[in-house]
């Protein structure tokens, strides 16, 4: 799924339905003729070097060793909130603490008091190993998650590289708070992290330099975990809800040729928001400020080359992949957020609540919207998302597999659209019965070529009386095949999307949410739609042309759906059996029996 992607399938769809049209038209004419915490004190700032951890980490261990000292300042003898003296308190050696729950291992080292891994423990990679969240490539260029953003870059680089001291070390169990700090006489950090049992981490931050605050805000500065491919890079966005409405970005807007970029590194964008954060296919990354009136968002995009291995400076400026981060926090204060990090999982998003945007009730916590808005259903989520909760409902309550409830959802489906269905398999079989007579009318307006002629009126009124004397609706043919592919496209955005849906498997497919590796599934599409073509009555074509059209319009689709995920395929494959099953019951009814007999006598008739 790249930028724009469901955009260029819709065109792609929209543009063979025309051209299948408009090749009937010039064959028939022409062929053939058939709440915010403060500041830290003084009292705070002075307090011992060592910070409690809680209960939870009771079993940490000893902080690594750290130099602590008072160094008298100018300030001294100043009546303000600096105090009479600055400590210096830095570690001697960098050192590891480890917090786990059931849903994560996060690694946090003590240089720039930042997270060098964060595994998801119920999910994996596409190796089969645990996924981490902190991406291999990007963090070690520029930065790793809950690093601090300033906009002095020396300054961001001197307090993101420093060594904290840790208040815990070795490994931790959840619920633990763990709490790092560092200052060298001129600039001070304090950030303390709040673990719990869920995907949400709570952070408070407070830099302050030379005396005053400065806005240092948490960030997760570029990329995913399981971003590793083309695809995966693309479907990176920025995102973030204001009270209104919801914000995505890609790192490029435009469509082909026209495409820009649409990010640029370092943009700041002021509140109110509900929450921001980064997202990519089926995780993300936000961030959920404790006063979203004053929250601010600095977009972050950077690029990695596509081959590490690549030598070219030419090819290695050329050929890259976007990286797309987020810094949010509170200006000129101190910052106080939660920090999401997980699958873009229905039942897991609802969960989570951002605060209210009303500043003096923040303090009270009230809930705001929750963040399963992160999951983006595309333009035909209006039908996807409704089509994803009965598909989960029947995973949860009828058969325990993604593929074989996306076949009895498929089922329903096209038992919903059968009357559809039927009426425009009725009207194909009725049209052959009046294709002589309306050959005979094509015959005796044959000279009429222009379609402002007078006598292109006259010819629709004889065709259109043929019609209606034997209740054959013209757009009875088109309506059906309109209507199932906004059913189409919503699969396709409902597996673009859903968490839940990746890696999941179904007989041999390993992942529904990625393309068949074998194009079994691919294939089966052309296979079916041929044949189902093949006992579809062509109306009004010649033999060459009908012929041609049932080659072409199941190759051309075929082409599509190789890039397809495999769950679409299963979806496709489902409904062309379950449509070339009606459409075999059809042309044996009573119905096509009589029709075929009066063709038959007709026929007979005319050798005569």
């Known amino acids: 799924q790249d930028p724009d992607a469901q955009k260029r399938l819709i065109i792609v769809f929209a543009l063979t339905f025309l051209a299948i049209i408009i090749s009937q038209q010039l064959m028939e004419r022409y062929g053939p003729k058939p709440a915010p915490k403060t500041a830290p004190t003084q009292t705070e700032a002075t307090a ?217 590194h370092g943009n700041t964008l002021k509140g109110p928001f509900y929450w921001a954060g980064v997202t990519d296919q089926f995780f993300s990354a936000i961030f959920l400020p404790d006063d979203p009136a004053n929250a601010t968002l600095v977009e972050l995009h950077k690029t990695i080359p596509q081959d590490s291995n690549e030598k070219d400076p030419a090819k290695l400026a050329k ?136 006598r292109q009126a006259e010819k629709q009124r004889e065709i259109s009386a043929v019609m209606k004397r034997e209740g054959i609706n013209p757009m009875s043919g088109c309506f059906p095949m309109l209507i199932q592919l906004p059913f189409l496209f919503a699969f396709y955005s409902m597996l673009s999307a859903a968490n839940e849906l990746r890696h999941a498997n179904w007989l041999w497919v390993k992942d529904l949410s990625s393309p068949d590796p074998y194009y079994i599934l691919p294939v089966a599409i052309v296979v079916t739609m041929y044949v189902m073509q093949r006992i579809t009555p062509m109306t009004g074509m010649d033999p060459a042309q009908a012929k041609m059209m049932q080659t072409m319009m199941p190759l051309m689709i075929g082409a599509i759906s190789f890039s397809l995920p495999a769950g679409l395929g299963v979806y496709w494959v489902a409904g062309n059996l379950i449509g070339f099953a009606l459409q075999y019951a059809m042309n044996n009814s009573k119905t096509a029996r009589e029709i075929r007999e009066h063709l038959a006598k007709r026929e007979g008739k005319r050798k005569k």
């Open 319 to 454: 050929n890259v992949y976007s990286v797309l981060g987020a810094a949010v926090g509170k200006e000129n204060s101190p910052t106080s957020v939660r920090l999401f990090v997980g699958p873009k999982q229905l039942g897991v998003l609802q969960k989570v609540h951002a605060y209210t945007v009303d500043a003096n009730a923040a303090s009270a916590a009230p809930m705001g919207p929750d963040l399963e808005g992160v999951t983006d259903y595309g333009f035909f989520g209006v039908i996807a998302k409704p089509l994803f909760l009965w598909l989960k409902w029947t995973h949860d309550h009828m058969i325990a597999n993604w593929g074989w409830s996306i076949i009895i959802l498929t089922i329903i489906i096209n038992l919903v659209l059968f009357p559809l269905r039927y009426t425009s398999m009725k009207s194909a079989l009725l049209q052959q019965k009046i294709a002589p007579e309306l050959k005979a009318i094509n015959h005796k307006y044959r000279e009429v070529k222009s379609l402002t002629d007078p």
């Open 48 to 264: 011992a070097t060592q910070s409690t951890i809680s209960p939870g980490a009771t079993a940490a261990g000893n902080n690594p060793p750290a130099s602590v000292s008072k160094v008298p300042t100018a300030a001294a003898k100043a009546e303000t909130p600096a105090a009479a003296t600055v400590e210096t308190k830095q570690a001697a050696a960098e050192s590891d603490v480890v917090i786990e729950n059931d849903l994560y291992r996060v690694t946090i080292t003590n240089r720039g008091a930042q997270v060098k891994s964060w595994i998801l423990k119920q999910h994996q990679d596409n190796k089969g190993k645990r996924l981490d969240m902190v991406h291999p490539v990007a963090a070690p260029r520029y930065g790793y998650p809950l690093s601090l953003y300033t906009y002095d870059e020396a300054l961001r680089n001197k307090i993101n590289s420093a060594l904290y001291v840790s208040s815990a070390s070795g490994t931790v169990s959840a619920p633990a708070t763990a709490t790092f700090e560092f200052a060298d006489g001129e600039t001070s950090v304090r950030k303390t992290f709040h673990f719990d049992h869920s995907h949400v981490v709570k952070v408070e931050t407070s830099v302050t330099d030379k005396g005053s605050i400065v806005s240092a805000y948490p960030m997760w500065p570029s990329a995913l975990g399981d971003q590793e491919n083309a695809p995966s890079f693309g479907a990176g966005q920025i995102i973030w809800q204001h009270p209104d409405k919801i914000e995505r970005k890609n790192a490029h807007s435009g469509f082909f040729l026209t495409g820009t970029t649409s990010i640029s």
